[in-house]
């Protein structure tokens, strides 16, 4: 597929293992509750949570201080957009394993590659929400206190990477069909003459 790089046998393994790592950090990031966190620990908050003060549970709703972010309208999209990503990545996941592994599926690849770069667009657009939004709603009149986008974010934003270089992969793929189902002739980089 690349010159001197992947070759197309090893993507049967490579590109189910990279969308299942994909699902892992979007489960992390649905789950995380360290989505934004105070310097000073005066607050936390998660996708769904806004939590004041640091507490044990890191923002998981247990205290009658946090309030939920699905009263927003926007809290609800950007958990909604992530969702939805999450889910066309697990299609996906399970759809690739029928698509590499038969000669009759190839042409389906490009499919593959179309629903993984919708999910990322569903993603990014969550990710771009929820800081806009959280910002405007509740640090605009904040100016002293740092606030950070911690790991649960950046889970969500590593997993949206993955997308866009497996969406890359798949739609490329179908252009390799030969070398994908083993019909290639050899290439030789070196020919006497």
């Known amino acids: 597929m690349l010159r001197c790089g992947l070759a197309c046998d090893r993507c049967r393994w490579i590109l189910p293992l990279l969308l299942l790592s994909a699902i892992v950090f979007d489960i992390i990031a649905l789950a ?11 607050q936390t908050s998660s996708l769904w949570w806004k939590c004041p003060g ?3 549970n890191g923002g998981t709703g247990a205290y009658e201080e946090c ?7 926007w809290g609800r999209a950007a958990a909604a957009m992530l969702m939805c990503g999450c889910i066309i990545l697990i299609i996906c996941f399970v759809l690739s394993f029928f698509a590499l592994c ?6 389906f690849l490009r499919v593959i590659g179309g629903l ?13 929400i929820y800081p806009v939004m959280y910002t405007r709603q509740f640090l605009s009149g904040d100016l002293v206190t740092r606030y950070y ?21 798949f739609c490329c793929l179908p252009n390799y069909e030969d070398d994908l189902l083993g019909n290639a002739k050899p290439r030789y980089f070196y020919t006497s003459s």
């Open 32 to 42: 995380g509750n360290g989505w934004l966190e105070a310097e000073d620990g005066s």
């Open 54 to 56: 640091d507490n044990e």
């Open 67 to 73: 309030g939920s972010l699905m009263d927003y309208a």
């Open 102 to 107: 038969g000669p009759q599926m190839i042409a």
């Open 116 to 128: 993984l770069a919708l999910a990322a667009i569903f993603q990014i657009i969550s990710l771009v």
């Open 149 to 169: 986008y911690n790991w649960a974010y950046g889970f969500g934003w590593a997993a949206t990477i993955i997308l866009i270089g497996c969406a890359f992969f």
